[in-house]
């Protein structure tokens, strides 16, 4: 049996643990990883080697500055701030919310913009007493949207621009990707406000001692306005420090100063800083990043594409190829990590459609465009996993909400991708 056949059907098993929600995802994640790794898909070492990236170092660093805000009372105070501004409605919150993620993640990390907002978006839910889960999945949706508005929103956009000029095909400005990534933000924001809020799941599902868990401050412990402002300080300066990142100061090494710094102000302890890093949502990315490797080195995608790309023809409609790209770009992403997803399609997909003579630059927007819509299963997105345990979240949760934002895009996409590349 090849590798690649391997690697699909340990892929389904996983797909369906995943579904049924009976085993923990970080358990399925990384005995998925594992058994590939066994069955020589993958070397022993690629199941650990996330675990010392930066996506690893950035998401554990993000939760400690996120459990910092509720430690130094920031977290109430802006929650308080936005309640009185947006009023205690289901609707008010998830507008400011929706609004504030997609504008940040057009120029930050998608996983450091929700784990930044994510314990003001719990304070201001709980004060309005309101579904704290409700609230989390267009959160974390929108941080995967939002990075549609900039060339730079996401890696993925910038692995799909590099690896298109390398073949000598001038690509995007920096605003460009707005040219449909606004639209898209417009549609998502309707989706959500009208029916998208509807396929939510009905109630609270979130823990009730998670939360006092996660938002209590330390017992005995008065807020200083003294390292209430060294944390907003810090907060901001990561804002601004990670829209300016770059290779010497990278956002992974921003948010490790960050936390760096808040422990040795006492604005959290490092007792607390161990407790806010929730292990499980790690032990997910790291499982499901090994799982992307082999999903690459096995041929398992490229051999999806082939399948597709037979299915087509010699000279297929251009519509229905630009169709095609979107469609088989949001299912891989939904498997594998969306710079995987782009690093495995562009390559491919690129040259096709240069020999059929559709706009090579059309096909690379729809690829950033749907490498960035992560909305069918938990682990699509660091984004996604954040918000499981706060929200105590399934398959189901994001699924349903999912497919009918999937489809928004692809219509969205359809019609704005053509009218500003022509096929």
Same mark, same amino acid.
């Given at each position: ?36 790794? #066994? ?11 996330? %675990?010392?990236?930066?996506?690893? #170092? ?18 109430? *105070? ?37 784990? *930044? ?8 839910? *709980? ?29 993925? /956009? ?9 073949? $000598?095909?001038?690509?995007?400005? @920096? ?6 990534? #606004? ?15 509807? %396929? ?9 001692? &998670?939360?006092?868990? &996660? ?5 005995? &412990?008065? @807020? ?27 956002? &992974? ?56 790309? /037979? ?15 979107? !469609? ?7 498997? *594998? ?12 997909? !690129? ?5 059929? $003579? ?8 729809? #690829? ?6 992560? @909305? ?15 929200? /105590? ?5 994001? %699924? ?19 009218? %500003?590349?022509?096929?």
């Amino acid at each position: 049996m090849s590798p690649a056949v391997i690697t699909l059907l340990v892929l389904a098993v996983m797909v369906a643990l995943f579904v049924s929600g009976k085993v923990p995802l970080g358990l399925v994640s990384m005995a998925g990883a594992l058994l590939l790794a #066994i069955l020589g898909v993958i070397d022993k070492a690629d199941v650990f080697t996330a %675990f010392s990236g930066s996506t690893i #170092i950035l998401l554990g660093g993000m939760m400690i500055v996120g459990q910092a805000l509720f430690h130094t009372g920031v977290a109430d *105070m802006l929650a308080n701030t936005l309640v009185k501004m947006t009023g205690v409605s289901e609707n008010g919150i998830m507008i400011a919310t929706v609004l504030t993620a997609l504008i940040l993640s057009s120029i930050c990390s998608g996983v450091g913009v929700v784990a *930044m907002l994510l314990p003001i978006v719990i304070a201001m839910a *709980m004060k309005a007493k309101i579904s704290v889960s409700r609230q989390l999945i267009p959160l974390s949706f929108a941080a995967s949207v939002g990075c549609n508005l900039t060339l730079i929103g996401a890696a993925s /956009n910038v692995s799909t621009a590099g690896l298109i000029e390398d073949m $000598g095909i001038p690509f995007l400005g @920096f605003f460009d990707l707005g040219k449909v990534g #606004i639209p898209v933000c417009i549609a998502f924001l309707v989706y959500y406000l009208t029916i998208g809020k509807k %396929f939510l799941t009905p109630g609270d599902t979130s823990d009730p001692e &998670y939360l006092k868990e &996660y938002t209590e401050k330390e017992p005995g &412990y008065k @807020f200083s306005p003294l390292k209430g402002t060294i944390c907003i300080v810090v907060l901001l300066a990561l804002l601004v420090a990670m829209v300016f990142a770059d290779k010497s100061f990278p956002m &992974y090494f921003i948010a490790a100063l960050a936390c760096v710094i808040l422990i040795a102000t006492g604005c959290i302890s490092e007792k607390q800083a161990m407790k806010a890093v929730d292990w499980p949502t790690l032990f997910i990315v790291g499982g499901m990043s090994a799982v992307s490797k082999a999903m690459s080195s096995s041929g398992a995608g490229a051999m999806i594409t082939d399948l597709v790309t /037979n299915m087509l023809g010699q000279n297929p409609n251009k519509f229905i190829f630009l169709l095609f790209v979107l !469609i088989l770009t949001m299912l891989l992403t939904n498997m *594998m990590m969306n710079t995987s997803t782009v690093v495995l399609v562009t390559p491919l997909l !690129i040259p096709i459609a240069v020999s059929l $003579g559709i706009n090579p630059v059309a096909v690379g927007v729809a #690829i950033c465009v749907a490498a960035s819509a992560p @909305f069918l299963t938990p682990v699509g997105s660091g984004t996604n996993t954040l918000v499981i345990k706060p929200g /105590n979240l399934g398959f189901r949760d994001f %699924f349903v909400p999912g497919v009918g934002l999937s489809l928004v895009i692809l219509v969205v996409s359809m019609i704005f991708i053509p009218m %500003f590349w022509p096929l």
